[in-house]
């Protein structure tokens, strides 16, 4: 962990900023998280008081209990409360009150965030071996994403990684499923429907440069920013899964959804190193068990809902499903010498082993 001495203090004015966000709305309020010294002294206090010891979790998405970020959030709170007797409870923060994925896990590496629910991308900036996970098409199907996130061999050592240079511990990888490209301008059934859009992206190298592959115009921004460049035509579109789209109501703002499935949208749910150690052993345990439920419940859910979620976005947007996906597979294929030997050989060849296997 001594890399992070030195991140924190580069860090210090970002931190300062997340801490004093959180005067919008929200499901939970946004008072800055404990500080590992801090925690320790409030469990101390807790146990001799036996008030509950609260902690904050944070995502980017909205609020609703029926937003996938929020369910699996939900689920974790209500569990870990039940394992505790309600002695540790938690706070979830939505709607990008901690601030962007990127800034919470900055927060989690200098102990000033508690924990986070975050795309893969977000870790992916952190540690480059998370960015295999941000190939394009390297799963065909749930079953496969769920394979590799399940396999303690490929998935240990990138957590135990994160853990000792980052200090972030991951507690479990959900589903928050497949992302497809959404526009003003045109159904996508091929790469010739994508050229010369303006195509917002989360900020990942990989990502961009699929969608130069593809050939479309890619641009980052915030993902709190989307909403409205979409709606003053600042880009063309952009690209998320069913749930989150959804939960969004970007119909409000995009006409057409098309199911290209170019990338699965892993869900990190994870706590700070320093929370983490401010826990007893049989705390820590709890809080595991808890992001199991949660990790559980979240794919049975989405798998049950995402269904109704599209058909209903189909009464407000025009939805397509992209029956040959064979132009768009063959364009993002062209990227993977480039960052395999980036990311890792031996990482990239774990994952796609697994998924051969599952073929």
Partial sequence: MKKNIIRAAVSIITASSILLMGCGSGSGSAAPATS???AAETTAAAASSGDARKIQLGHVNPGKEEDNLQHMSLTFADKLNELSGGKIQVDIVADSQLGSEREMLEGMEMGTVDMALTTNSAVGALDKEFQVFDFPYIFGNREQAYAVFDDAEIMDPMAQKLYDEYAIKLLVVGDNGFRNMMNNVRPVNTVEDVKGMKIRLMENAIQSDCFKAFGASPTTMAFSEVYTACQQGTVDGFE??????????????IKYYSLTEHLFTPLNMMMSAQTWESFTEEEQGWIQAAADAAKEENRRYIQ??????LEEMGTHMEVNTVEDKS????????????????????????VQDKVASLQ
């Fill in 240 to 253: 998320l899964p069913i749930a989150s789209t959804y939960s969004g109501s970007y119909w409000e703002v």
């Fill in 304 to 309: 049950e809902k995402e269904q109704g979620w």
């Fill in 327 to 350: 132009t768009f597979i063959e364009a993002a294929q062209s990227i993977y010498p480039t960052y395999a030997g980036d990311v890792g050989e031996e990482i990239v060849k774990k």
């Fill in 36 to 38: 590992a010294a801090a």
